[in-house]
């Protein structure tokens, strides 16, 4: 099978009577959807009907989410697209607490979504994650298409051209405007075509248990802890390197937070309310009163322009040294493969040899290295590989870092050889 649309225009034969240079655009442009846009729905009542419905429906059903990241707080979502058989839905989930209720109804369905992990924080919020997966966007990228959105994937298998227009919108606003609901209903249109034609290429591949173990991978991980998650982030803050001490650091993290903080009361995106460089330049300075914190680029807005004690307060904190942020945490993962040549100079050699492995499997199976193993999985398994090495010790090490079974097959006999050769 072709994964690729012909570059040419077609040329139709003579006997349908059309004009001679009439020609078909290998891609044709899709609008509309198949089925007129429906009302968003904001009821109680309407959302009950549209579970009803979806439950007694049958076959798998297409998943979408839009947000507005960079324009308001966190990562919710502002409208759930659904479609199973014919019919679409569009749910505004602002109107409703949750939406365990679609959860329920859709519980033994399979659900389509193009790269689901980006969709899975937002729908965690609502209740919402599948039992059954077929992910669009992973299985392209194991299909071994170059270009993997879904534009591009839709482009390549289905001929379609997906207008994406409004992929940036500020889809928080209320009403949303028409346009903006047509072109949700186009992304989840489309998908159940998509995804049987990728299911077609991934078993004329022989790919198509990799993807089935992939997608049930993706099924099993819990959700993410918003919490755990936000504790340490404040150390990602670009620019946080050029502090030198530790009560500067301390000040950007308690800057961060108050940010945060703020950010959520207003709803706002934290860095839209206020940069990071903002932050970065506060903790340089450490000013210590309501002026000096106001002079900063970036503080003085009209949003802000009442919350100067808030900043002062925690800097002042920092520089007393009240609760110091440590200047570096417990490392989990290996050190920098600069250190290895001297601290563990056999690791050095199995790792480079591993990676030549994944890179050979990569290339004969045209699927991405990172979907093979994941770098972090190998530089884990290089620094700390099982001792007293074994066979089975290593198949041990394998699933527990999760590497799959269709992963272990590929790669453990290769990785046997090497890790026996050099540890056996």
Same mark, same amino acid.
């Given at each position: 099978?072709?994964? $690729?649309?012909?570059?040419?225009?077609?040329?139709?034969?003579?006997?349908?009577?059309?004009?001679?240079?009439?020609?078909?655009?290998?891609?044709?442009?899709?609008?509309?959807?198949?089925?007129?846009?429906?009302?968003?729905?904001?009821?109680?009542?309407?959302?009950?009907?549209?579970?009803?419905?979806?439950?007694?429906?049958?076959?798998?059903?297409?998943?979408?989410?839009?947000?507005?990241?960079?324009?308001?707080?966190?990562?919710?979502?502002?409208?759930?697209?659904?479609?199973?058989?014919?019919?679409?839905?569009?749910?505004?989930?602002?109107?409703?607490?949750?939406?365990?209720?679609?959860?329920?109804?859709?519980?033994?369905?399979?659900?389509?979504?193009?790269?689901?992990?980006?969709?899975?924080?937002?729908?965690?919020?609502?209740?919402?994650?599948?039992?059954?997966?077929?992910?669009?966007?992973?299985?392209?990228?194991?299909?071994?298409?170059?270009?993997?959105?879904?534009?591009?994937?839709?482009?390549?298998?289905?001929?379609?051209?997906?207008?994406?227009?409004?992929?940036?919108?500020?889809? $928080?606003?209320?009403?949303?405007?028409?346009?903006?609901?047509?072109?949700?209903?186009?992304?989840?249109?489309?998908?159940?075509?998509?995804?049987?034609?990728?299911?077609?290429?991934?078993?004329?591949?022989?790919?198509?248990?990799?993807?089935?173990?992939?997608?049930?991978?993706?099924?099993?991980?819990?959700?993410?802890?918003?919490?755990?998650?936000?504790?340490?982030?404040?150390?990602?803050?670009?620019?946080?390197?050029?502090?030198?001490?530790?009560?500067?650091?301390?000040?950007?993290?308690?800057?961060?937070?108050?940010?945060?903080?703020?950010?959520?009361?207003?709803?706002?995106?934290?860095?839209?309310?206020?940069?990071?460089?903002?932050?970065?330049?506060?903790?340089?300075?450490?000013?210590?009163?309501?002026?000096?914190?106001?002079?900063?680029?970036?503080?003085?807005?009209?949003?802000?322009?009442?919350?100067?004690?808030?900043?002062?307060?925690?800097?002042?904190?920092?520089?007393?040294?009240?609760?110091?942020?440590?200047?570096?945490?417990?490392?989990?993962?290996?050190?920098?493969?600069?250190?290895?040549?001297?601290?563990?100079?056999? $690791?050095?050699?199995?790792?480079?040899?591993?990676?030549?492995?994944?890179?050979?499997?990569?290339?004969?199976?045209?699927?991405?290295?990172?979907?093979?193993?994941?770098?972090?999985?190998?530089?884990?398994?290089?620094?700390?590989?099982?001792?007293?090495?074994?066979?089975?010790?290593?198949?041990?090490?394998?699933?527990?870092?999760?590497?799959?079974?269709?992963?272990?097959?590929?790669?453990?006999?290769?990785?046997?050889?090497?890790?026996?050769?050099?540890?056996?």
């Amino acid at each position: 099978m072709s994964l $690729s649309p012909s570059t040419e225009p077609i040329k139709l034969p003579p006997m349908l009577g059309l004009p001679a240079d009439f020609t078909v655009p290998d891609v044709i442009p899709l609008n509309t959807p198949s089925v007129p846009v429906p009302s968003i729905i904001n009821t109680e009542r309407a959302l009950e009907r549209a579970a009803e419905s979806l439950r007694a429906a049958s076959g798998p059903v297409a998943v979408d989410t839009e947000r507005a990241q960079g324009i308001r707080y966190g990562i919710r979502a502002f409208l759930v697209q659904l479609k199973r058989e014919d019919k679409l839905y569009l749910i505004d989930p602002e109107a409703f607490s949750d939406l365990r209720i679609i959860n329920d109804a859709l519980a033994d369905a399979e659900w389509i979504i193009h790269a689901a992990t980006q969709d899975f924080p937002s729908l965690d919020l609502l209740g919402m994650r599948p039992r059954l997966l077929f992910d669009t966007e992973l299985g392209a990228r194991l299909a071994g298409l170059e270009r993997v959105n879904l534009g591009a994937v839709v482009e390549e298998l289905l001929g379609y051209k997906l207008e994406k227009k409004h992929s940036q919108e500020d889809w $928080s606003q209320r009403p949303l405007p028409e346009s903006w609901l047509n072109y949700a209903c186009l992304d989840v249109d489309v998908l159940a075509d998509l995804r049987d034609a990728l299911e077609e290429v991934l078993e004329d591949q022989g790919k198509l248990e990799y993807a089935r173990q992939e997608f049930a991978y993706l099924c099993s991980l819990p959700p993410a802890d918003p919490a755990a998650k936000k504790a340490e982030r404040w150390r990602k803050t670009k620019g946080r390197n050029t502090l030198r001490s530790v009560p500067q650091l301390t000040a950007l993290r308690n800057l961060w937070f108050e940010r945060d903080k703020l950010a959520q009361k207003k709803d706002i995106d934290s860095k839209a309310l206020l940069s990071d460089a903002a932050l970065v330049e506060a903790a340089q300075k450490m000013p210590r009163n309501v002026p000096a914190i106001m002079a900063i680029p970036g503080f003085r807005t009209r949003l802000l322009k009442r919350e100067g004690p808030r900043w002062v307060r925690a800097i002042v904190s920092a520089s007393r040294g009240e609760d110091p942020a440590p200047y570096t945490i417990p490392a989990t993962a290996p050190p920098p493969l600069k250190a290895w040549e001297t601290k563990r100079p056999i $690791s050095l050699e199995i790792l480079s040899e591993v990676r030549k492995i994944v890179q050979r499997e990569s290339e004969r199976l045209n699927i991405p290295a990172q979907n093979i193993i994941s770098a972090d999985c190998i530089r884990r398994l290089c620094w700390d590989p099982p001792e007293p090495y074994s066979q089975e010790a290593l198949l041990e090490a394998l699933r527990s870092h999760d590497v799959r079974p269709w992963q272990i097959e590929i790669l453990a006999p290769d990785l046997h050889e090497v890790f026996q050769r050099h540890l056996g």
